[in-house]
C-alpha cells in the first residue's frame, strides 16, 4: 500500500509521512512537492527513522516498504492508493489568530484546482484534505475532480482530541474514557456532538456553561498553540497523529471500534438536511473512502449548528 502526501514537505505533511512511517513499516510513503529537495531531505530522514526503529536490537519488523520523494504531477502521483492533502500556500501573518483558517482561501482554492486536475489523470483513489480552510477545499477538490464524493475525507479529527482533553480537564476524568466526536465547520461553527457524550461508556450531560467554555476552547486553542510556537507554525503534533488515524482507518477498511464512529467532512447530499456542502458529520471510513454517512438522530440544537456550519461553508465566492 502507498500513501502519498502532497504537501509533504511541509510542516503537517511531513509530520503526518513519519507518524505512519514508524507506526506502520510496511507502508510505502511518498512525500510530493513543489519543494523536491526539501521533500527528498524530508525523505531520506523518515526513511533512516524507520530503519533505526526497525533494527534488530529496536524492533520486530520485516518487509520495510520504501520512503521516497515524486514529483507533484500525476506521474508522482500514479502508484498511490490513498492521497492525503496537505498542500498549502505559505501562512499568512495574519491568519495567526481566530478565524484565521479563512486568509488561506483564495490562493487555496486556486491550488486545490491545480491538485484535483493532477488527482484527475488518475483512476479515483480515497483522498484525505487537511489543506485550510478545510471544508471549502475538501469541496473544491471533489467538484474538480468530479469523482463520486465517497472518495473524500475532510480531515477534522484535531477536534475530537481538543475536545476530549478539554472535558477531561473540566470533569477530572481521564481524557482516554471521553468519547465526543465533533463535527460542523473546522472553524467558527464547530459542533461538538455533546449528545453522545459519553464518559467511561457512560452518557454524560454537560452544563451550556461547560458546552460553552468547551466550544471556545476549541475555537481558540490551535491559535494559542500557533502564537506559543512562533506564527509560522501550525497545530503539527494532533495533525499528525489525526491524520495517521484517518489514514489508517482507510488501509484497514474501517476502525478497531466501530461502536465509536468519528467525523470526517464529506460533501452532503441530503443529509442532515444539507445539501452541497461538506461539513463534518458521523461517518463510516471504509477501504475506497466513505463507506456511509451516519445519519444520528440530533437534538435540534446540534442539527442547527450543522445546518449554520453548512450555510457558512457554502457562502464562500465561487
Ligand atoms: N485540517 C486541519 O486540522 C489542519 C491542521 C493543521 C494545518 N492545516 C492546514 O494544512 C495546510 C498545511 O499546513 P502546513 O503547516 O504543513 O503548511 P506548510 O506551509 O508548512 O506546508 C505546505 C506545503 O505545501 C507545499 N505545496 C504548495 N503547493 C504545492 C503543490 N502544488 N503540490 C505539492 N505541494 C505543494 C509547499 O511547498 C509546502 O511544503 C495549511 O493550509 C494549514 O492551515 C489544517
Ligand atoms: O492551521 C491552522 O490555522 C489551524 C489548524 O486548522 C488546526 O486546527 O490546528
Request: with cysteine; net charge negative; hydrophobic share 40%.
Amino acid at each position: 500500500m502507498e500513501v502519498a502526501f502532497i504537501g509533504g514537505a511541509g510542516t503537517v505533511g511531513a509530520t503526518a509521512a513519519y507518524t505512519l512511517a514508524v507506526e506502520r513499516p510496511s507502508v510505502d510513503v511518498t512525500l510530493v512537492d513543489v519543494e523536491e529537495d526539501a521533500a527528498e531531505g524530508h525523505g531520506i530522514g523518515i526513511r533512516h527513522a524507520r530503519t533505526l526503529g526497525s533494527l534488530p536490537q529496536f524492533g520486530d519488523a520485516n518487509d520495510l516498504g520504501s520512503v521516497s520523494a515524486k514529483p507533484s504531477s500525476a506521474a508522482g502521483l500514479a502508484t498511490a492508493d490513498v492521497a492525503v492533502v496537505t498542500a498549502s500556500v505559505p501562512r499568512p501573518g495574519s491568519s495567526a489568530k481566530r478565524g484565521g483558517r479563512l486568509e488561506f482561501l483564495d490562493r487555496n482554492l486556486e491550488l486545490a484546482e491545480s491538485i484535483a486536475g493532477t488527482l484527475r489523470e488518475r483512476e479515483p483513489l480515497p483522498v484525505i484534505v487537511v489543506s485550510n480552510p478545510m471544508d471549502r477545499i475538501t469541496q473544491r477538490i471533489w467538484r474538480e475532480t468530479g469523482w463520486d464524493r465517497d472518495r473524500f475525507l475532510g480531515y477534522s479529527l484535531s477536534e475530537t482530541g481538543r475536545t476530549a482533553d478539554r472535558i477531561a480537564s473540566i470533569r477530572d476524568v481521564p481524557a482516554e474514557d471521553v468519547y465526543c466526536p465533533v463535527g460542523g465547520e473546522h472553524g467558527e461553527n464547530v459542533v461538538p456532538f455533546f449528545s453522545r457524550l459519553t464518559v467511561d461508556g457512560e452518557p454524560t450531560t454537560l452544563t451550556e456553561a461547560e458546552k460553552r467554555d468547551v466550544r471556545d476552547y476549541v475555537r481558540d486553542v490551535p491559535y494559542d498553540v500557533i502564537e506559543l510556537r512562533g506564527a509560522e507554525e501550525t497545530s503539527r503534533w494532533v495533525t499528525g497523529q489525526g491524520v495517521v488515524r484517518l489514514v489508517c482507518a482507510v488501509l484497514d477498511d474501517g476502525l478497531d471500534d466501530p461502536d465509536h464512529p468519528i467525523a470526517a467532512s464529506v460533501p452532503l447530499d441530503g443529509e442532515y438536511g444539507i445539501e452541497d456542502a461538506c461539513v463534518s458529520v458521523p461517518v463510516e471510513v471504509g477501504r475506497t473512502g466513505v463507506r456511509r454517512v451516519i445519519e444520528w438522530d440530533l437534538p435540534e440544537e446540534e442539527l442547527e449548528g450543522l445546518r449554520a456550519a453548512a450555510e457558512s461553508v457554502a457562502a464562500d465566492p465561487e
